[in-house]
């Protein structure tokens, strides 16, 4: 039955209650901007992706050098040659140099990837005094970038021989004493990364440990002859007091022992010994001569 309105007896339209449907339990939440979030999660992964392939990139360079160093500890050019060879390839750099210093001059000793013409440059060269990047590096104790050699005010003989622009230049260090630079370039403006940058100052660490390395097996190996010798002297020295007591009236057999050790101790060919008398000398002992 309908109800009148108070004012004219007009039916009232019914009200009908507004049904609500009940929320699934296992209904998925709403996800606000999903066409956007595919793009951001695929751009994550290749981030991670290219991280992960260049710290393996970093991990099996820095293998293969001190598996060189540690192989070849006598051989700096073998071991240059490898640090420049993946510096230029992980740092995607067109060639690179390397200088070891002295205290007062650089010298090219290893190159990868520069034109015949700029390797034939430093050949000629020889030693230089510093100057330009090299210079800067001696008086910063730092690594310099150049974002465009070639717009430098003196440009280097790598721009104007080799054509780089953006130059890498890292110094090498030995307590606290310059003994080297590491430099990469590339032909087209485009500076170094900081991972870059970090990973060719890992490089250069390695470089000072091979030269180190070098220094001590020649001091080790000059050590092992000085104790050689100094023994085989010992030795030569007791034989001939050896045959001086055993033949205390012979001198013959002292003069041949002490000829043969001379000689083969001082690395002789022959030799031999003579007595003076009056103003003339006599040959009283011989060892190796020709019968000539």
Do not use: W
Request: proline fraction near 6%; glycine fraction near 6%; aromatic fraction near 6%.
């Amino acid at each position: 039955m309908r109800r009148r309105s108070r004012a004219g007896d007009k039916p009232v339209k019914k009200r009908h209650r507004k049904t609500v449907t009940p929320k699934r339990l296992d209904a998925p939440p709403k996800v606000r901007g999903r066409a956007n979030r595919a793009p951001d999660r695929e751009t994550e992964v290749v981030r991670l992706t290219r991280e992960r392939d260049e710290a393996l990139l970093r991990e099996t360079a820095n293998f293969e050098i001190l598996r060189l160093i540690s192989k070849s500890p006598g051989n700096l050019e073998l071991v240059f040659r490898s640090i420049l060879e993946n510096a230029t390839r992980i740092c995607e750099a067109k060639f690179g140099l390397l200088f070891r210093f002295d205290g007062k001059t650089f010298q090219l000793v290893a190159e990868v990837g520069a034109s015949a013409e700029l390797a034939e440059f430093y050949e000629r060269r020889g030693p230089f005094h510093p100057g330009g990047i090299l210079e800067r590096l001696l008086r910063t104790k730092d690594v310099v970038c150049v974002a465009d050699a070639s717009a430098e005010p003196v440009p280097p003989p790598s721009a104007k021989i080799g054509g780089a622009k953006s130059s890498l230049n890292v110094p090498m260090f030995k307590d606290e004493v310059m003994v080297g630079a590491i430099t990469i370039y590339r032909q087209e403006v485009r500076p170094f990364t900081d991972s870059q940058i970090a990973l060719l100052e890992n490089f250069a660490a390695q470089a000072v440990i091979a030269i180190d390395n070098l220094r001590l097996l020649n001091e080790l190996r000059q050590r092992t002859n000085d104790l050689t010798e100094s023994l085989e002297q010992q030795t030569a020295t007791s034989e001939v007091l050896n045959v001086i007591s055993s033949s205390p009236g012979d001198l013959q057999p002292v003069f041949e022992a002490m000829l043969a050790n001379a000689t083969r101790l001082c690395e002789a060919k022959f030799g031999v010994l003579y007595r003076s008398e009056g103003d003339a000398f006599r040959v009283v002992g011989m060892h190796g001569a020709p019968p000539a």
